[in-house]
């Protein structure tokens, strides 16, 4: 299963391959080049298709539970003071995803969307300490009665051009569910209450609508 945001480029990256693959047989004259061309329009498609999977998961849904928005690995665990809404102490958990990560991004928590806002920014690498407050973001918030409120952010990395968010004030959002999607490369950054138990430590590698990161 591949997610929709992908749609466009599949088809147009196999519309690419294709062609490529059919001039080399026509116009390459030298066997192990020839292979080698299209060898290399092939792995093209093969990186593209892995890059836009939407593998199915089914979330154990859990008011109480705060999930993994996306898969990849958790590169900060602090606390920090968040300044765009909570404007208070908060446990920072941050998860950077990889170009061979699944990329779509998931709701981490079951409840009313408080908050969602774009910002327009940079693009440095995406573990850059300034890259949650200087690049292009999303900053969603989602509340519910059981665990309070959680503010997770969609940052842009130096390859990720384009982020896609999903969630709108006043929805009502289920844990696990397809909360948008980041294109190539990038981090998601959750801000936590202080009282939460925190279930990953640094260097885990979680999975988005599976693992659990913090609990009441």
């Known amino acids: ?3 929709k945001e992908g749609y466009k480029i599949i088809l147009t990256t196999l519309f690419v391959v294709i062609a490529g693959i059919l001039l080399a047989q026509f116009y390459i004259d030298t066997p192990w080049i020839q292979k080698t061309v299209q060898a290399a329009f092939l792995i093209l498609l093969i990186m593209i298709l892995q890059f836009f999977r939407n593998p199915r998961r089914i979330a154990s849904l859990n008011d109480e539970q705060v999930l993994a928005p996306v898969d990849g690995k958790v ?3 602090e606390e920090v003071f968040e300044k765009e809404y909570f404007k208070d102490q908060r446990i920072q958990v941050s ?3 990889s170009p061979v990560n699944v990329h779509v991004t998931r709701y981490a928590l079951g409840g009313e969307v408080k908050f969602s806002k774009y910002h327009p920014g940079k693009y440095l690498v995406a573990w850059h300490p300034k890259a949650s407050e200087e690049n292009e973001r999303t900053t969603i ?3 519910n009665q059981s665990f309070g409120a959680v503010l997770y952010r969609q940052i842009a990395g130096a390859l990720a051009k384009r982020i896609v968010n999903y969630a709108k004030e006043g929805m009502q959002v289920i844990q696990g569910e397809d909360a948008g999607f980041i294109k190539f490369g990038s981090r998601v950054d959750l801000f ?5 138990k925190i279930h990953v430590n ?6 988005g609508g599976i693992d659990v990161i913090a609990s009441k």
């Open 95 to 97: 998860i950077f995803m």
């Open 75 to 77: 590169v900060v665990i």
């Open 1 to 3: 299963m591949f997610h």
């Open 202 to 207: 640094l260097h885990d590698k979680v999975k």
């Open 141 to 143: 918030v989602v509340e």
């Open 192 to 196: 936590l209450p202080l009282d939460a």
